[in-house]
């Protein structure tokens, strides 16, 4: 192994593509077990630099020859150089979170910040809001650690502007999870932005959350590509272009999102979604064929008028596993928005359009068991659109020529990363 990433598990990883994309050399990922495998690869030293995740990061500092000032008074180490059999330990982090914070336009100065976690992520979250000039930091934790809130007493706090989840919570495939609740009623009232960390999902729930209360927000994926770009500098003794860093993030996000396209039966989202998987270069996934495939039976045989409940069980969890994988060009079924949580996981990895079709283009049947009239279809549409609107990030008007309506899903869709996922 020449350059890498060591942790616990790493099936959530993205470092592979930024390493090779920034420094043009192989990088691997590579699983440790325990820390007594960690002792054993680093007595080794046969690798010339690599990268380390949780939970290893304390230990990586202890088992290093010579450690960075910075890293130090952190107490962690995230990349560690090789130089002639000596261990060079070092925080890139750091750099890469305040960047993060910086480039969505937040000062800390003055704030109180409550960090979730008190983990080696939290020890650098900390010192970046200490250099930034925070005024107050509170750390938050599930078991009553010195030093730390419990989640409920964080909750109670009315004078939080900024809350970090340093965590790995809401990770994949943990997805959906999350340590505070920004929905419920008087919680925060002082809030003015919220990071995330994790960036596996791309858009968490405490993320959503945060979007739906119109608060300033930003996951992890700038802050990995970030201190990647500031590891790969040591990897290679020498400077990059700082520009390198949104290059690749900016290539990185268009990759890992999704495209879901919401909307009724017969609206096009089938024949859209093959065309602007083949534009957008992604593999397109119909989640009702998924359906199918998984239950062996037509949904003709699954879905019954007026006893909907075990359909829409299987289709949220259909579309919960499918929302996990992002990349792909998603056709989902037309009561998918029916249920809140289907929405929520769509969000996490997917740009989601509402393809609209007018009522006198929609076709009723073809297998569909609820919208086998024209009347049917307009009573549906009547209840279905308003959660349409809600679940999308974009709508798309399908009423014109097919070619108009996959150009401009595919403009739509580059928009709101360019706008909001940014």
């Not at 739906?212 to 790969?232: H, S, T």
Request: proline share 5%.
């Amino acid at each position: 192994m020449e350059y890498g990433l060591i942790g616990k598990t790493l099936g959530h990883s993205f470092s592979k593509p930024i390493h090779e994309a920034l420094g043009g050399y192989p990088y691997e990922l590579k699983e440790l077990p325990d820390e007594a495998a960690v002792r054993a690869f680093f007595t080794a030293r046969r690798f010339r630099a690599v990268n380390v995740t949780i939970p290893y990061k304390a230990l990586a500092l202890a088992l290093c020859d010579e450690v960075s000032e910075e890293a130090k008074a952190i107490g962690a180490v995230n990349t560690v150089v090789n130089r002639g059999g000596r261990l060079f330990g070092y925080n890139t982090d750091f750099g890469g979170f305040r960047l993060l914070v910086r480039h969505r336009g937040v000062s800390l100065a003055g704030k109180t910040v409550l960090i979730l976690g008190t983990g080696a992520t939290q020890r650098t979250v900390r010192a970046v809001c200490t250099a930034e000039g925070t005024a107050q930091v509170l750390c938050a934790s599930r078991s009553a650690k010195p030093g730390a809130l419990r989640y409920e007493q964080a909750a109670a706090r009315q004078d939080v502007n900024v809350i970090i989840n340093a965590s790995p919570a809401g990770m994949y495939p943990n997805n959906g999870t999350c340590l505070v609740d920004l929905a419920a009623p008087g919680a925060f009232p002082a809030l003015e932005a919220v990071f995330d960390v994790v960036y596996n999902p791309l858009r968490t729930r405490l993320l959503q959350m945060a979007e739906a209360r119109g608060v300033p927000c930003a996951g992890g994926l700038l802050m990995l590509v970030a201190q990647a770009k500031y590891a790969a500098e040591l990897f290679l003794g020498g400077p990059m272009e700082e520009q390198r860093i949104f290059e690749v993030y900016r290539s990185l996000l268009a990759e890992k999102a999704g495209l879901a396209l919401v909307g009724m039966p017969s609206c096009g989202k089938t024949g859209v979604g093959k065309a602007l998987a083949k534009a957008l270069k992604k593999p397109f996934v119909d989640a009702d064929a998924e359906l199918v495939r998984r239950a062996g039976r037509p949904i003709s045989e699954i879905l019954q008028p007026g006893n909907e409940g075990p359909f829409r069980q299987m289709e949220a969890a259909v579309t919960a596993d499918l929302a996990k994988r992002g990349g792909a060009v998603l056709a989902t079924g037309g009561g998918v928005v029916l249920r809140e949580e289907n929405v929520r996981a769509l969000r996490e990895n997917y740009v989601v359009l509402y393809l609209d079709r007018p009522l006198a283009l929609l076709k009723p049947g073809g297998g569909r068991p609820l919208s086998t009239t024209r009347g049917a279809l307009e009573k549906q549409l009547a209840v279905r659109r308003p959660l349409y609107e809600a679940a999308c990030h974009a709508r798309v008007e399908n009423a014109g020529s097919f070619e108009a309506a996959v150009a401009a899903a595919k403009e739509a869709f580059y928009e709101v990363l360019d706008c909001e996922w940014a």
